[in-house]
């Protein structure tokens, strides 16, 4: 049984429920149409949020780390990642980006995309 979670913007919180991503999952459509019934999605988590209101990278922030060392002992092996890691000027965030590096870094697989973009 696949185990996996969901990345997303801690900003998007504002404005999402994450109605879109959880329902594609429900749906298995989309990035998640490949999964078996019994796929279990276990993490949901975000960023730690902007430079301007957390000035410590994700390498260094201790929310984050703790966020991965919590996905490796619970055997997460993909995470997918939200929409909003892109921005306006459709650029992925940088910081978004470096979770990304240190979740592949600890064996957790990346998917960029949950439901359609
Ligand atoms: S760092 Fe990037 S992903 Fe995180 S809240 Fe800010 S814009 Fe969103």
Same mark, same amino acid.
């Given at each position: 049984?696949? @185990?996996?979670? +969901?990345?997303t913007c801690l900003d998007s919180n504002d404005?999402? %429920?994450?109605?879109? =991503?959880? &329902? %594609?999952f429900q749906n298995r459509t989309d990035f998640f149409k490949d999964y078996s019934e019994d796929t279990y999605l276990a993490a949901l988590m975000t960023c730690n949020g902007c430079k301007e209101t957390n000035p @410590? #990278?994700?390498? /260094?922030? #201790? !929310? +984050?780390? /703790? @966020?991965i060392d919590?996905?490796? &002992? #619970?055997? +997460?092996? +993909?995470i997918h990642v939200g929409v909003c890691r892109i921005d306006d000027e459709k650029k992925e =965030?940088?910081?978004i980006t470096q979770i990304c590096e240190m979740l592949e /870094?600890? !064996?957790i697989k990346v998917i960029r995309g949950t439901h359609k973009e």
């Open positions: 049984m696949y @185990k996996i979670g +969901i990345l404005v999402c %429920a994450r109605v879109g =991503c959880l &329902s %594609a @410590k #990278e994700p390498f /260094e922030d #201790e !929310g +984050i780390l /703790e @966020k919590r996905l490796v &002992s #619970e055997q +997460i092996h +993909i =965030c940088p910081r /870094e600890r !064996g």
